[in-house]
């Protein structure tokens, strides 16, 4: 059911794709991973407290860096920026390697107009989506990530040279088409930043996944 879910959520099939981590969790429920799952699809689809209802009960069952951010995230977006912050810096402590992470950070200390840690958190995030990339070359979403990276920590010059090392991003995943588009916004390119974020929509993007 979890991978179930996965595949209809890639697809931004979000409606079916809740209703199989819903049954994950009926089927498991102890499963801390099915809880976050189900919470990360409520949060998209705007039903923020459930989403922090589903988050704490999976750190409940097992503090995880997946928890902590999806739950930063949600009080992000209910404007609870202190909040936030303490979820997400769990969430780097539990699991450093993990460059997105360091990106949730990045974006809630921009969010709270703290520039120096903002430039920080996303210069961490470059240092560990580029050690992923050693390991694997053929990661377009990690190419993606790298580029926004570079754009945070001002090296918007090498930014738009990796867009084409992610090669055909009309295929990726509905979360690395929005850094693709926030890499044209970012780079003042809005036409094709707007045309990304259209084709987003189409595939099922929600609004609340934007703001």
């Not at 699809?41 to 039903?47: A, N």
């Not at 990106?103 to 840690?117: Q, V």
Request: proline share 2%; glycine share 8%.
């Amino acid at each position: 059911y979890n991978q179930l879910g996965f595949v209809l959520n890639a697809q931004g099939k979000y409606r079916d794709a809740i209703e199989a981590f819903r049954s994950a969790t009926l089927a498991n429920p102890r499963s801390s991973l099915a809880f976050n799952n189900l919470a990360g699809l409520q949060f998209k689809l705007g039903d923020l407290g459930q989403a922090k209802q589903n988050y704490r009960k999976s750190l409940e069952l097992s503090p995880n860096d997946l928890a902590y951010s999806g739950l930063g995230a949600t009080l992000q977006a209910e404007g609870n920026y202190n909040a936030a912050l303490v979820c997400h810096l769990k969430a780097v402590e539990i699991n450093p390697s993990d460059d997105t992470k360091w990106l949730d950070l990045g974006d809630c200390y921009e969010s709270m107009r703290k520039k120096k840690e903002a430039r920080n958190a996303y210069s961490r995030a470059k240092q560990e989506v580029e050690r992923a990339l050693q390991v694997d070359a053929s990661d377009a979403g990690a190419w993606l990530r790298l580029a926004l990276y570079k754009i945070k920590t001002d090296q918007a010059g090498d930014a738009l040279k990796l867009l084409n090392k992610a090669g055909n991003t009309e295929s990726l995943d509905l979360d690395s088409r929005v850094i693709q588009a926030r890499i044209y916004e970012e780079s003042g390119r809005c036409g094709e930043a707007l045309a990304t974020l259209q084709a987003c929509f189409a595939k099922g993007l929600t609004p609340i996944e934007i703001a």
